[in-house]
């Protein structure tokens, strides 16, 4: 059995470390993908970042009538925005300060990530013509 002492150094230890897997998000909103702004998004496999939740909203279109959205905020370092790899289509985001990248279907860190905290992941509906993303 642990002294007393060492069960509440690791306590007092556990408290002091910030929680990096609870990221910030904001405000989603509504989006019309028939606006050239937002032209990437009327393919599947199309996606883009909006001016909008905490550090943006990274959109992918995954089906016909589906999308993933997440803030750009990494996990990581919450002040640090996630750019979207251009080499990977979109498919991956990569915090340009400590390297962290993460898939774009599930907002999981992958392989050699500094985190193993995933990115804050909106809520999406859509009817046909309008995406509206939500906390």
């Known amino acids: 059995m642990k002294p007393l002492w060492i069960i509440a150094l690791?306590?007092?230890?556990?408290?002091?470390?910030?929680?990096?897997?609870?990221?910030?998000?904001g405000e989603g909103g509504s989006i019309?993908?028939?606006?050239?702004?937002?032209a990437?998004?009327?393919?599947v496999g199309g996606s883009l970042t909006i001016n909008r939740g905490y550090k943006g909203i990274?959109?992918?279109?995954?089906?016909?009538?589906?999308?993933?959205?997440?803030?750009?905020?990494?996990p990581n370092d919450h002040e640090v925005?996630?750019?979207?790899?251009?080499?990977?289509g979109g498919s991956v985001l990569e915090c340009?300060?400590?390297h962290s990248r993460f898939e774009t279907e599930y907002g999981n860190p992958?392989?050699?990530s500094v985190t193993g905290c995933p990115l804050?992941?909106?809520?999406?509906?859509?009817?046909g013509y309008r995406l509206t993303i939500y906390p």
Do not use: H, K
């Open 10 to 25: 690791s306590l007092l230890v556990a408290a002091c470390v910030p929680d990096r897997c609870n990221t910030p998000f």
């Open 32 to 38: 019309d993908i028939t606006m050239p702004d937002f």
């Open 40 to 43: 990437a998004l009327t393919s």
């Open 58 to 74: 990274f959109v992918r279109r995954t089906t016909y009538t589906d999308f993933v959205a997440f803030d750009c905020a990494c």
């Open 81 to 88: 925005r996630l750019l979207a790899d251009g080499d990977w």
């Open 96 to 98: 340009p300060t400590c």
């Open 110 to 112: 992958l392989e050699g």
């Open 120 to 127: 804050y992941q909106y809520n999406t509906q859509f009817d």
